[in-house]
């Protein structure tokens, strides 16, 4: 070989080795940039363990917080506000009603007919009403004219012989979902908004005063008989099915719960409280906080990031965020960032993972579920809502990974404050045989479910109940966890012949047998939309 042909030979092997040693480079730093993304992937999940032993802890902080609630004002994060609910229906309740409902982003209209014999429902009708961002931060004034419009409205429609005496005026129950400082079943003042809403003009007011003045201006002949909170109004329709329910929860946008107390436990209003049976108390538990909720760097921007951001307020709705429907999209798309910023695993993606909410839980909660072996619908939402596109199926995996943490913990958190209520009335099993063990006579416990997350989202659901059993332990039966929502669910498949409708579930619940009778059309409106009226019911004097 001469030598021009051994330099060039040369030549070549340097750029062959220089072009080698660059591919090596570029998958060494691929790999490690890939290394990188599961790294902080396996970080978020050791910092978000909710090992059995943590739901413990939690569920003791969170009866050690609701003693302390109810011992004094202020005393605890916990609100554990009096309702001045001392009754709840039980199916024998007759007549019609109006209800209004207020907790999201849309509101609702309703009229049912009770027929009074078991839990029977003879009518009920529904008008959904959406809510404009401007009205959500508008003035109240602009806010409760629009309710009240769109409430008579309604009566004038639905009101077809059914009133028989148009003349009089109507009691209408308000279901109004944020915290609120009830001053008697039918008033209460508004403490702070949630779920996105800042209407200041109406913080401090009394909201079923404000709808009353709105009311009389559109020449309505209507009044707030009952204003309740919504985990008020889920207790209520969880007792008119089961007199067994001692508890409510909702999980949905927001989060919270509510309970039947004993009155003599509720020291901060001795003097308020005659009689010596139970009354509902609404926790307000989206403010709890305790140490032993495992929190992580992306729970902590997403709290400085809140308006509120002094430090009293700071923590304020803790434990919501890492639960409900508003946040858990959020916080994955702020670990989506972070993995979009430090590796390469989402192409371009940086700028459109930065946009807050832009995620949001429904989308998450899809791309969960996307049982696909090639995770189709993954790659379609990221496509479709986040604009990015090429992302390899190993990303996706990852992906639907952090979304699984996500989702486990906070549906581990809300089973652990679930037992921690059960813990406070004595119902965990930890006090005997009279608390709930399965050994000598064990007594039912029920509680009611609502909210999206839990009716909607599958997997939450599983790892809630799971959650509940394994905290409990084996020798405790689990208790009833019920959500009135479900069998309106089973019927539609009923009705539309579905080969999977679980008949038992149709024949033996009473409200399944009350929806058989009914249209198609009107099984489209879900059975929750129910519950404002079932309070009203159990609440105005007849
Ligand atoms: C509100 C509660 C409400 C819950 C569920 C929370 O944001 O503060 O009052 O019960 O959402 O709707």
């Known amino acids: 070989m001469g030598g021009a042909g051994l330099g060039l030979a040369a030549g070549c092997a340097v750029a062959t080795c220089a072009i080698a040693a660059v591919m090596v480079g570029h998958r060494v730093r691929s790999r490690r940039r890939w290394g990188r993304a599961v790294a902080l992937v396996r970080e978020f999940e050791e ?28 005393g605890s994060k916990l609100r554990m506000s009096l309702t001045f609910i001392d009754n709840l229906p039980d199916g024998s309740e007759e007549g019609t009603y109006y209800a209004l409902d207020l907790g999201g982003t849309n509101f609702r209209v309703l009229q049912i007919q009770f027929s ?46 059914i009133d028989q005496i148009p003349d009089v005026r109507k009691d209408l129950g308000f279901t109004f979902s944020f915290p609120v400082r009830q001053l008697s079943v039918s008033s209460g003042l508004l403490i702070k908004w ?10 401090g007011k009394d909201v079923a005063q404000c709808l009353n003045e709105a009311m009389l201006k559109t020449g309505l002949n209507m009044r707030v008989a009952a204003l309740v909170n919504d985990t008020v109004g889920t207790l209520a329709l969880g007792h008119y099915y089961d007199v067994d329910t001692v508890a409510a929860v909702i999980i949905g946008t927001g ?12 020291i901060k209003y001795q003097g308020l409280l005659m009689n010596s049976g139970d009354m509902v108390v609404n926790m307000e538990w989206g403010n709890f906080w305790s140490s032993h909720l495992p929190r992580t760097p992306y729970d ?52 459109n993972l930065s946009v807050p909410f832009v995620l949001r839980t429904p989308l998450m909660a899809a791309m969960h579920e996307d049982g696909s072996p090639d995770l189709r619908e993954v790659g379609r939402i990221l496509e479709d809502h986040l604009k990015i596109s090429g992302v390899s199926l190993k990303a996706r995996r990852l992906l639907v990974r952090v979304c699984d943490i996500v989702t486990r913990r906070a549906a581990r958190l809300a089973a652990a404050g679930i037992v921690g209520i059960l813990k406070k009335i004595g119902r965990d099993g930890s006090a005997g045989v009279a608390s709930g063990r399965t050994k000598g006579k064990p007594r039912r416990t029920v509680v009611a479910i ?49 080969p999977s409708c ?38 105005t004097p007849k």
């Open 47 to 74: 910092a978000s363990a909710t090992s059995v032993g943590r739901l413990r802890q939690v569920v003791d902080a969170m009866a050690v917080e609701m003693h302390a609630g109810l011992a004094s004002e202020g």
């Open 255 to 266: 989060t919270n719960a509510c309970y039947l107390e004993r009155t003599d436990a509720i």
């Open 116 to 161: 009074g014999k078991g839990s029977m429902i003879l009518t009920h009708r529904v008008q959904r009403q959406p809510i404009s961002q401007e009205l959500m931060t508008g003035t109240r004034e602009e806010l409760f004219n629009f309710i009240a419009s769109t409430l008579k409205q309604f009566v004038q429609r639905e009101d077809d012989g």
């Open 194 to 203: 949630t779920k996105g809403f800042s209407i200041k003009d109406a913080v």
């Open 502 to 539: 679980p008949d038992y579930l149709v024949q033996n619940h009473p409200h399944c047998q009350v929806l058989k009778q009914q249209a198609v059309d009107s099984l489209k409106i879900k059975l929750f939309h129910i519950k404002p009226f079932l309070f009203l019911v159990s609440s």
């Open 300 to 351: 902590i921007s997403l709290d400085d990031e809140s308006p509120n951001r002094n430090e009293q307020a700071r923590l304020s709705s803790g434990f919501e965020k890492m639960i409900s429907g508003m946040y858990l999209g959020e916080i994955v798309r702020r670990v989506l960032q972070r993995m979009a910023e430090e590796s390469d695993i989402f192409p371009d993606a940086v700028q």
């Open 450 to 498: 609502e909210g999206g997350l839990y009716v909607g989202y599958s997997m939450f659901r599983e790892y809630l109940n799971e959650a509940v059993a394994e905290i409990l332990g084996e020798e405790v039966a689990p208790p009833c966890l019920f959500s009135a929502l479900l069998p309106a669910i089973v019927i539609q498949h009923y009705l539309k012949q579905m």
